[in-house]
């Protein structure tokens, strides 16, 4: 199987709110297509792009799924991407790589939380969209409204392209206001295209006549024939609608019922006639690797090859898969390319077309089209696939950051080794689930994008690699330091029969500037100490500071010098100076009055207005300050600094305290000291922890 031409391609991304209906669309859209040959369905488990056991169990997408399928003449590449905020690293992956959206939303519940963040991501990426209104047939469902709130959330122009026949109980179809034709259910339950009904007649002129002239507002020639009283062919509405969507000056509003098999039709009519193919996208921008240097690549076969890998799954019994999309050339299995991210050479294997869990063997991808292909040595999501005679690199996704993070241990003793393994292979199959292994904490810390986010990984961990896994709440990664000058003096004096051990060193300690480091100044005269032992009581000091004095944690952002001490002849060594190096440093630091610091990190939360007054006084109780407030759509914005040791599990309480509708992202901003009360509580746990131990 060999890919079509760009402009014979749709490269389409499902999102929306999670229980909007979203994998029903794409398995609609791949049973008409003639992808699968039965109707699947979420409940039963039986989907064929929510195929993974844990999406099985909970019943919802989990992972970015990726269908294609034909529909009159052009090839489909359905991508559904989750709906829950835990999995949003895959939407981003998916918004990425297709050339534009079908925005789902259920009729009954209006706009969501989630429809306006998926929102905001395709108005960063200038994504062509196309809203859907869906589940027409159930009870409260009211396009019309849906359409208003939508309008007032995101301030577009939405323009009906297929409206509904009736609603809940009375729903019988829809009307295609570009044909001017209904499908409406016949007496065996089959959609029939038929003329528009005649109770519906002006509402349905009223409409299309508001179409035709934002199609002909789209375009000079048609807008000229439009204030000429000229009627507009159907071709011709669809040029005016094409180039309107592709500048985002019109959003078109469709209307569904999937699970009545309602809609979806005259919805990949539409897809096909008026949303736009890799051919109508601008060039993709490239830069040279090394450099600044940008170069723009055509969507044609005939340019250099250009891919980049959007996800990576790890098969059982297969191997890495990596999908791709091609924004230039064409690609062969057996091809000799290049990883400009990696500056490695890879073969590409076998190259597949993928329904779900399914693959067939294609022979090439080329320009605007997606494949997947198996291990690739080098590759992981985000790199550039190219040619080695013309390296280039695409911008990568931008991937949320992790906004919450555990400790975890192997439950079984010796699997450590085989559990950090199987958690990198998970990270490069995700990369918003990131892994540290923090040694002075002594503990392995995983993050992610939520509690489900992580329950997720860790099955995958067991049911993929055979490693169970305990999470528990990790330790603050503290830092310590000193509030003012001291001096004291280090004395290490030991004599055990035969040679002994001598070495005495006065220190004066002293902040230095915060993220200045740790600075040793050499103020000795008269050889009081001997040059050759000044290093080993810088070593002891550095000793000492990883160790920490207040609580066990490092010590930064200290001057330390060294300016007098006594040394033997013969019982003088570096071991014994090293010593009283760390001693002194351990006296001074208590006469320094030494302090915790603890790592700061900046909050932005969005939520809604009436949330507004809730948020802002849990971020003060999680003693957050708040740095600034505004407005973003409908969602106030909150700006806080909030101590990291506050935030654990915040997701969680803001999505309660915001029921659902809450959303927030986090990033270290600085190191800061601990409250008295605050640092009483860490040594105090910090000794009970040495004690244990």
């Not at 409409?207 to 000229?224: G, V």
């Not at 005679?389 to 085989?418: C, M, Q, T, W, Y």
């Not at 330790?475 to 055990?496: L, P, W």
């Not at 001598?502 to 004066?508: A, D, K, N, S």
């Amino acid at each position: 199987m060999k890919s079509p031409s760009p402009d014979k391609i749709r490269n389409i991304a499902i999102v929306a709110h999670g229980d909007a209906g979203k994998t029903m669309l794409a398995e609609s859209m791949l049973f008409l297509g003639g992808a699968i040959s039965r109707m699947g369905s979420v409940d039963d488990g039986s989907a064929a792009l929510d195929y993974a056991d844990n999406e099985k169990r909970r019943e919802i997408t989990i992972n970015l799924g990726i269908g294609n399928c034909a529909w009159k003449g052009t090839k489909f590449n359905v991508l559904d991407c989750p709906g829950y905020a835990d999995f949003y690293g895959d939407v981003r992956g998916g918004i990425r790589v297709a050339d534009s959206a079908v925005v789902l939303i259920a009729a009954p519940a209006g706009v969501e939380v989630g429809t306006e963040l998926v929102w905001q991501f395709l108005d960063r990426l200038n994504r062509p969209r196309l809203v859907c209104i869906n589940k027409m047939d159930k009870e409260h469902a009211d396009y019309n409204k849906c359409i208003d709130e939508l309008s007032s959330a995101v301030g577009a122009r939405l323009i009906p392209v297929t409206i509904p026949v009736g609603a809940a109980e009375e729903f019988k179809g829809v009307i295609n206001l570009i044909e001017n034709k209904a499908f409406i259910r016949d007496a065996s339950g089959k959609y029939v295209k038929q003329d528009v009904p005649a109770d519906m007649a002006d509402e349905v002129t009223a409409l299309r006549n508001q179409l035709i002239e934002a199609a002909a507002e789209s375009d000079e020639a048609l807008m000229e024939k439009f204030f000429g009283d000229e009627a507009l062919t159907n071709d011709e509405i669809r040029t005016g609608l094409r180039a309107g969507i592709a500048s985002l000056s019109i959003i078109p509003v469709a209307a569904t019922a999937v699970t009545a098999s309602a809609g979806v039709e005259p919805l990949m009519d539409v897809i096909v006639s008026i949303m736009p193919s890799p051919a109508d996208t601008p060039e993709i921008v490239v830069t040279k690797p090394r450099s600044e240097e940008e170069i723009s690549r055509p969507a044609t076969a005939d340019a250099p090859f250009t891919a980049l890998v959007f996800k990576t799954v790890a098969e059982q019994h297969v191997g890495e898969l990596s999908f791709f999309r091609v924004y230039s050339g064409s690609v062969s299995s057996g091809d000799d390319i290049f990883n400009a991210t990696r500056d490695e050479g890879e073969r590409m294997g076998p190259i597949y077309s993928m329904v779900g869990r399914d693959r067939k063997e294609s022979e090439a991808v080329s320009a605007g089209d997606i494949g997947a292909v198996v291990k690739l040595k080098h590759t992981h999501t985000n790199d550039t696939l190219c040619t080695k005679s013309d390296p280039v690199l695409i911008r990568p996704i931008e991937f949320p950051n992790p906004v919450l993070s555990v400790a975890v241990k192997a439950k079984a003793k010796g699997d450590e080794e085989k559990a950090n393994a199987g958690l990198q292979k998970l990270h490069e199959e995700d990369p918003t689930f990131t892994i540290r292994h923090d040694s002075i904490l002594k503990q392995t810390i995983v993050s992610g994008l939520g509690d489900l986010h992580l329950d997720v990984m860790v099955e995958k961990l067991k049911n993929k690699f055979g490693v169970e896994v305990e999470m528990e709440k990790p330790r603050i990664a503290y830092r310590e330091t000193v509030r003012r000058m001291a001096k004291a003096e280090g004395k290490h004096k030991k004599q055990s029969g035969g040679r002994g051990q001598f070495g005495v060193c006065w220190l004066r300690i002293e902040p230095n500037e915060r993220g200045a480091g740790f600075e040793f100044l050499n103020e000795v005269v008269g050889g009081s100490i001997p040059s050759k032992f000044i290093p080993a009581v810088e070593k002891g000091v550095i000793e000492r500071m990883r160790k920490g004095v207040v609580a066990g944690y490092p010590m930064v952002d200290v001057k330390v010098a060294v300016y007098d001490g006594k040394y033997h002849s013969v019982d003088s060594s570096e071991m014994a100076f090293k010593m009283a190096g760390s001693i002194g440093f351990r006296v001074a630091v208590a006469d320094a009055s030494g302090v915790l610091l603890e790592p700061v990190y900046l909050i932005k939360v969005g939520v809604p207005e009436e949330y507004l007054g809730d948020v802002m006084s849990d971020v003060s109780s999680r003693r957050g300050k708040i740095r600034d407030t505004g407005q973003q759509g409908r969602y106030q914005i909150v700006e806080a600094l909030v101590p990291l040791a506050e935030l654990y599990k915040y997701s969680t309480h803001l999505r309660s305290i915001s029921q659902g509708r809450g959303f927030f992202e986090m990033e270290f901003s600085h190191y800061a000291e601990t409250p008295s009360d605050v640092q009483a509580k860490v040594v105090a746990a910090s000794e009970v922890q040495d004690d244990e131990e």
